[in-house]
């Protein structure tokens, strides 16, 4: 049974930050002026959204890493990535080969072994780091790797394969949306508040067709885009005394707005006793 890393991105929980309401607090205070601000509120959501991510590839990266030498090679990645058996038809890809094993894996494992292919150069080389192995797995956290996530979407949502992704194709697959909010979307007319991960797409020449330049700000934004719009709206709720400042009683008053938020899931946050 083939073991897919594309399907474990998120299988590890981490803690990246532990402690106090006050401690949390101070955390968030960058300029410790004993207020937070909407831009430190918004930073530190980024940041702890970022973080978790880099903390997810490192436990991958040990899990790869089976000689401990502080680097993962293809050949390990391949071996738990898509089973022992597999390794060599892998390699053989890896370097530009199509061996008669490759062919008879179906559709989508071949499709699995030809993106983490084109990642991993992309990302390294035939043996990486830390760094490079977490622009591997997060890919989406790196400039460099813009064209490596474009090429993915395309993969998934160029439907006709005619080289182009339309409107249509992306916003009925990826966002089940119907002909008429297609339509609706295409003019400018689609309210997104409801569809947080359509934050930053737009067909600004209004084409019907999602150019790279378009797919790529939407894909390499889009979460930084949705944190700062969650904590935006997290600031309005606790800022009571609407000051735009976040004193710590009102901090500690909304602790558990916090907590349900979705930083809160990465976070540990304690009550004083």
């Given amino acids: 049974m083939l073991f897919l890393i594309f ?4 299988s590890f929980p981490a803690r990246l930050l532990s402690g106090s309401v006050k401690q949390v607090f101070k955390e968030i205070d960058v300029n410790e002026d004993r207020a937070i601000s909407q831009t430190e509120l918004s930073s530190w959501f980024n940041f702890q959204d970022i973080e978790y991510l880099k903390s997810n590839a490192r436990d991958h ?96 949502y160029d439907t006709n394969r005619d080289g182009k992704v339309s409107a249509h194709e992306l916003l009925t697959k990826k966002f089940k949306l119907t002909k008429d909010q297609v339509e609706a979307f295409s003019k400018g007319n689609y309210d997104i508040k409801d569809t947080p991960n359509m934050l930053g797409l737009k067909d600004r020449n ?16 889009n979460r930084r885009m949705m944190r700062r719009k969650e904590a935006d709206s997290l600031f309005a709720a606790i800022d009571s005394d609407n000051n735009t400042r976040i004193s710590l009683p009102e901090f500690q008053r909304n602790s558990n707005k916090i907590k349900s938020s979705s930083i809160g899931r990465y976070i540990d946050i304690r009550e004083e006793l």
């Fill in 61 to 156: 990266f040990s899990m790869f890493d089976k000689n401990r030498d502080q680097t993962v090679s293809w050949e390990e990645y391949a071996t738990i990535a898509f089973g022992a058996t597999h390794t060599e038809t892998c390699n053989e890809v890896y370097n530009d080969k199509k061996p008669a094993e490759f062919s008879k894996l179906g559709d989508q494992v071949q499709e699995a072994i030809m993106t983490a292919v084109r990642r991993w150069r992309a990302a390294g080389g035939w043996s990486m780091g830390q760094e490079e192995f977490t622009g591997f797995t997060y890919p989406e956290l790196f400039q460099h790797m813009r064209n490596v996530v474009v090429a993915e979407a395309y993969q998934t």
């Fill in 206 to 221: 209004n084409n019907g067709i999602f150019e790279k330049k378009e797919l790529s700000y939407w894909l390499m934004e």
């Fill in 7 to 10: 399907s474990l991105y998120l």
